[in-house]
T-cell receptor, first 113, second 116 residues
C-alpha cells in the first residue's frame, strides 16, 4: 500500500534562509510524486511532480525536489525563503497506472522577517 | 481559461440532512476527483469520475456518493450528515488521458461544509 510521511507538521525559517521540507514515501511500484502548496482558504496548487524522467525536479516559485529511491525520499527545497512562501505544503504519491493520489499530512511553513 | 469552480463555497447544515456539492472542471477536462480535507485526517481521496463513470473510490461509507454529467461537471452528495462530515471538500480536474497518477490535477477552491 502507498503512504506518505511528512516530517514536521510545522517548519519555521527566516526570510532568505534555506527551505527544506521532508517527505518519505512508501510504494510497491515505481511512484509518481508530487508537491502541492495550499494558501489559506484556497485549493491546492501543484508545485512540481516527479514522473521518472529526471531525479531532480524543478518547479514553480524557485522550488525543487530530488527523488532518492534508496532513501524513499522526495524532499522539497528552496534556496532562499520569501515571506510569500508561508503556506501549507503537501507531498503526495500515486502509483503507476493507479487512480488515487495519497497525500501526506502537510507541513505548515512559517517565514520570519 | 477558467479554473475549476466549486459551488457553494460555504454551507451550513444540521445532522441528518443531506447535501449536494457541485464542481465544474476546466474546459476540456474529463476527469474529476473529490477529496475531503479535515484537520484530523488531512486530505483523503473520495472518488474519481471519468466520462460519467466512477473509476476509483476511496474508503468512505456509502453515504458519500457522486456522479458526473456528460459535460464533465460533477456533483457529490452526502446523505444523513454527521458532525464528523464537517470539512473542506475539494475537487480536482484533469485531462484524464492516462491514469490519474501521471496527469496533473487542478484543484478548485473547495466547499467548506459545517454540520451542526
Amino acid at each position: 500500500a502507498q503512504s506518505v510521511t511528512q516530517l514536521g507538521s510545522h517548519v519555521s525559517v527566516s526570510e532568505g534562509a534555506l527551505v527544506l521540507l521532508r517527505c518519505n514515501y512508501s510504494s510497491s511500484v515505481p511512484p509518481y510524486l508530487f508537491w502541492y502548496v495550499q494558501y489559506p482558504n484556497q485549493g491546492l496548487q501543484l508545485l512540481l511532480k516527479y514522473t521518472s524522467a529526471a531525479t531532480l525536479v524543478k518547479g514553480i516559485n524557485g522550488f525543487e525536489a530530488e527523488f532518492k529511491k534508496s532513501e524513499t525520499s522526495f524532499h522539497l527545497t528552496k534556496p532562499s525563503a520569501h515571506m510569500s512562501d508561508a503556506a501549507e505544503y503537501f507531498c503526495a504519491v500515486s502509483e503507476t497506472g493507479g487512480f488515487k493520489t495519497i497525500f501526506g499530512a502537510g507541513t505548515r511553513l512559517f517565514v520570519k522577517a | 481559461k477558467a479554473g475549476v469552480t466549486q459551488t457553494p463555497r460555504y454551507l451550513i447544515k444540521t445532522r441528518g440532512q443531506q447535501v449536494t456539492l457541485s464542481c465544474s472542471p476546466i474546459s476540456g477536462h474529463r476527469s474529476v476527483s473529490w477529496y475531503q480535507q479535515t484537520p484530523g485526517q488531512g486530505l483523503q481521496f473520495l472518488f474519481e469520475y471519468f466520462s460519467e463513470t466512477q473509476r476509483n473510490k476511496g474508503n468512505f461509507p456509502g453515504r458519500f456518493s457522486g456522479r458526473q454529467f456528460s459535460n464533465s461537471r460533477s456533483e457529490m452528495n452526502v446523505s444523513t450528515l454527521e458532525l464528523g462530515d464537517s470539512a473542506l471538500y475539494l475537487c480536482a480536474s484533469s485531462l484524464g488521458r492516462t491514469a490519474q497518477g501521471t496527469d496533473t490535477q487542478y484543484f478548485g477552491p473547495g466547499t467548506r461544509l459545517t454540520v451542526l
